[in-house]
């Protein structure tokens, strides 16, 4: 993330989405994840309403406001809408929009503009000092990497030095165009005098989703980058405050999941897969205005709200499977011991 303002930017008022389920708020001490086991029993059919009330409890528990849009892949593929809340309020997107812009930096890829083996300059003057991520702990610039090294970077630990390195290959006014041209006008970056950086702009619950739905559909980039792109999301080394903090290592690995945090905002956007590795699940919780705004770490409310619905949400699309779209399996990783 590059120095950015500390309001919020929220934009125009959403049309108001309905989230599905009743089931009151436990009583459990706020922001303590809730084991699964302990989820109420129920005879819900629709795998989205057993989601919707996971999401609905942790929510109220956590507090804030909360912009959100998630879906169930149906018996036919189709994504069936479980939660939207505020789902087309534009807010400030902060990290998740790392997606986009690496969206369109692959599509340079994908049109021979760019090559993962491209080495990017990396000066003092670009690295932001201080900042989240790798870069700024080297000290050995200037240096070069290459622009697959950037992109691991960006969507792993969500470097912000990889942000101004984006820019360097991508100005802000082509990242807007090219997304506006794949159907996002809301997913845009914020230009500033260089047009070589930029904010990382706003987005919705609604857009966002359609994005990671375009990715796994296969209609947002071509089938390596697709791949490209979605094995860095779902990387052991990628987001695990979150909705990932409480699984088993295979189980991460069925969740492809890009979080953003600034001021008192904690996002997270991303897909769960099924073992065979095909996409059923896609979330987006954007929220704001918890306790403890200068808590970054995994005892935030919100992280905490969606670390307890990680768990519960596989729990609750056990079984779904989607025969329309292909599996996407993650290759092997393991921890190595040198050598």
Request: aromatic residues 6%; proline residues 6%.
């Amino acid at each position: 993330m590059v120095n950015r303002r500390t309001a919020l930017g929220i934009g125009t008022a959403a049309t108001a989405g309905a989230v599905l389920g009743t089931t009151e708020a436990a009583s459990a001490a706020p922001g303590r994840p809730l084991a699964p086991a302990t989820l109420p029993a129920t005879n819900i059919d629709f795998p989205g309403d057993r989601v919707a009330e996971v999401y609905r409890r942790e929510m109220r528990r956590a507090g804030g406001t909360w912009y959100s849009y998630l879906s169930v892949a149906g018996a036919d593929g189709a994504p069936l809408v479980a939660v939207q809340e505020r789902a087309d309020t534009v807010v400030e997107a902060y990290s998740v929009n790392k997606i986009a812009v690496a969206t369109v930096v692959l599509d340079k890829v994908d049109k021979g503009l760019l090559k993962l083996t491209d080495r990017v300059e990396v000066s003092t003057a670009i690295v932001v000092a201080g900042g989240d991520g790798i870069f700024s702990l080297d000290g050995a610039y200037p240096s070069s990497v290459t622009l697959g090294h950037v992109l691991a970077a960006l969507l792993t630990v969500s470097d912000d030095t990889a942000v101004r390195l984006c820019g360097s290959v991508c100005p802000a006014a082509e990242v807007n165009r090219v997304l506006v041209e794949k159907g996002f006008p809301n997913t845009q970056v914020e230009p500033v005098a260089n047009p070589n950086r930029f904010f990382l702009g706003t987005s919705t619950a609604r857009e966002t989703h359609d994005l990671l739905q375009a990715l796994v559909r296969g209609t947002l980039l071509s089938a390596a980058s697709t791949t490209f792109l979605l094995n860095l999301l779902r990387a052991p080394i990628a987001f695990n405050d979150g909705i990932r903090r409480t699984m088993s290592s295979a189980q991460r690995g069925r969740v492809a999941t890009k979080a953003g945090w600034f001021a008192d905002a904690r996002h997270e956007a991303g897909i769960m897969f099924d073992p065979a590795g095909s996409p059923v699940l896609t979330y987006v919780m954007f929220s704001d205005g918890q306790a403890d705004a200068d808590n970054f770490g995994s005892t935030h409310p919100a992280v905490q709200a969606r670390a307890a619905m990680g768990p519960a949400f596989l729990n609750a699309i056990s079984g779904v499977t989607n025969p329309a779209l292909p599996a996407r399996r993650v290759p092997p990783q393991r921890p190595s011991n040198g050598g």
